[in-house]
């Protein structure tokens, strides 16, 4: 369920913090992050990850001690997720997802030996897009827009 990001000091999830922990053991979860398994799933064709999924985690207090374990506070919580909080408290059935990457499938069923040779865009080494030329640089009024300043920093 988590792994540590040695980089950054702190906890984080492998697929994504609304993945429910095969556990609902709240103080093991805070406890031993490291040991916490999650209900999450790969779907593999011939060696190659060609989609993903997890069940979802439907309990409050244990969706709440995922967050405090990736360093999230209490208030925040409930704050930055009050959807969650106000929709689960009228109940919600388990549920679960996937995803399937169809470029990847292509790319196994097509026998290609990039993904590059079937997604539409591809990017380049160092993952910029030729075709649409991006990133680009955002333009002054898209700053504005957003209420965002550029300071470059001044390089010792």
Not at 33 to 41: D, V, W
Not at 72 to 99: D, T
Not at 148 to 155: G, Y
Request: proline share 6%; net charge positive; hydrophobic share 35%.
């Amino acid at each position: 369920m988590f792994e540590w990001r040695k980089s950054e000091q702190r906890w984080d999830t492998v697929h994504h913090p609304f993945t429910s922990p095969q556990t609902n053991d709240i103080k093991k979860i805070k406890k031993e992050p490291e040991n916490i398994l999650a209900y999450q799933y790969d779907f593999i064709l011939n060696g190659v990850e060609i989609g993903g999924g997890s069940i979802r985690t439907t309990d409050l207090k244990v969706l709440s001690a995922v967050f405090e374990v990736l360093g999230h506070k209490k208030k925040e919580i409930k704050k930055q997720f009050s959807n969650y909080f106000e929709s689960f408290s009228y109940g919600v059935p388990p549920h679960g997802g996937i995803a399937p990457g169809i470029d990847r499938l292509l790319m196994v069923l097509l026998r290609e030996p990039s993904l590059r040779e079937v997604i539409a865009f591809p990017k380049t080494g160092d993952n910029r897009g030729l075709m649409m030329d991006v990133p680009s640089k955002a333009s002054k009024e898209q700053l504005n827009e957003l209420h965002l300043k550029i300071i470059k920093s001044k390089k010792k």
